[in-house]
């Protein structure tokens, strides 16, 4: 039995949440996938998985098992970017973990440029509604968290922006655009709910700018969407259901093609920071160093937004 592909077939398979999975992720069989887990497990002499119809599940033991496992092949990788040290081209995995939004709206458009760049190091991308709980287990992990932010991890800050109020045209089109904040009254909102609490926010907005004299206001508006995933109520403004909040970071793209207004520019939502962390582990692998350096190149809000436009 390959011990070290078989820990590797195991991590996958947790990683991925099922065989099938972690046979496409390592262009495998599920048949191949299942016989390696079958192994591992008889040469252990303990169970590692529960399989049930809808879900897998780690045993105790298997727990135990993945922490050890992420650790040696961790090491085993570390060891090999050290031999391959001296080479001009990075190679290896670089494992990394994140929302599904910033997978969406901030990762997969920047890993065509990275390839070009360094087509010898694959990037493999776990999805995660919480993935600062699993700082430990990737090379890196993305975090986009608000002022009040105070996780006991180590954390570089990538980009800081606002949190701004948009809506589509469409929308406008037929309902008006806002000009001081109490306008927001008579305006559908599309509104987040905090996944910490469950509680519903009302739309409380703050000046902008750091200095003015203008003191944060709080508007009743009108709720007709609620939910916990920030891509939804996104792409629910994009259709026109309504006002929304929504970092400058994600709306970039829509702002400069004009599928979104930035509305009320004197009044912000709030703060938030995009956060790359990193495990407390003694070598940082090149490939894991060159990619921060690769996203630290550019601000990804830069290009010139577009004024707001009168409806």
């Not at 902008?208 to 709080?218: L, N, Q, T």
């Amino acid at each position: 039995m390959d011990r070290l592909q078989s820990m590797r077939v195991f991590q996958q398979v947790v990683d991925e949440g099922g065989f099938a999975a972690a046979g496409r992720a390592l262009d495998m069989s599920p048949a191949a996938v299942t016989r390696f887990i079958s192994d591992l497990e008889g040469h252990l002499g303990a169970r590692l998985l529960q399989r049930t119809t809808r879900r897998l599940a780690l045993t105790p033991a298997g727990e135990d098992y993945l922490a050890r496992v992420r650790t040696i092949l961790q090491a085993v990788e570390e060891a090999e970017a050290a031999a391959t040290a001296s080479t001009r081209e990075l190679q290896g995995t670089l494992h990394m973990v994140c929302t599904a939004v910033l997978a969406s709206y901030f990762l997969a458009p920047r890993v065509g440029a990275w390839r070009a760049a360094h087509p010898g190091v694959r990037l493999q991308v776990a999805v995660d509604p919480f993935p600062q709980g699993r700082v430990e287990e990737f090379d890196l992990s993305f975090l986009l968290a608000d002022e009040g932010f105070d996780a006991n991890i180590i954390a570089r800050p990538l980009w800081t922006g606002d949190l701004i109020v948009c809506a589509a045209p469409s929308y406008l089109n037929g309902r008006g655009t806002p000009r001081v904040p109490a306008d927001l009254a008579r305006h559908d909102y599309l509104r987040h709910a905090v996944p910490q609490t469950g509680g519903a926010r009302r739309m409380r907005l703050r000046p902008a700018e750091a200095g003015s004299r203008e003191e944060p206001v709080e508007i009743d508006m009108p709720v007709v969407l609620q939910s916990e995933s920030p891509d939804m109520l996104h792409r629910a403004a994009i259709g026109g259901a309504g006002v929304t909040v929504v970092s400058k970071l994600l709306a970039a793209p829509h702002l400069h093609s004009g599928a979104l207004v930035h509305l009320l520019p004197d009044w912000i939502f709030g703060r938030v920071t995009l956060y790359a962390a990193q495990p407390a582990r003694q070598l940082v692998p090149a490939r894991t160093q060159a990619f921060l350096q690769f996203l630290e190149q550019f601000d990804p809000t830069a290009t010139r937004l577009p004024a707001p436009q009168e409806f």
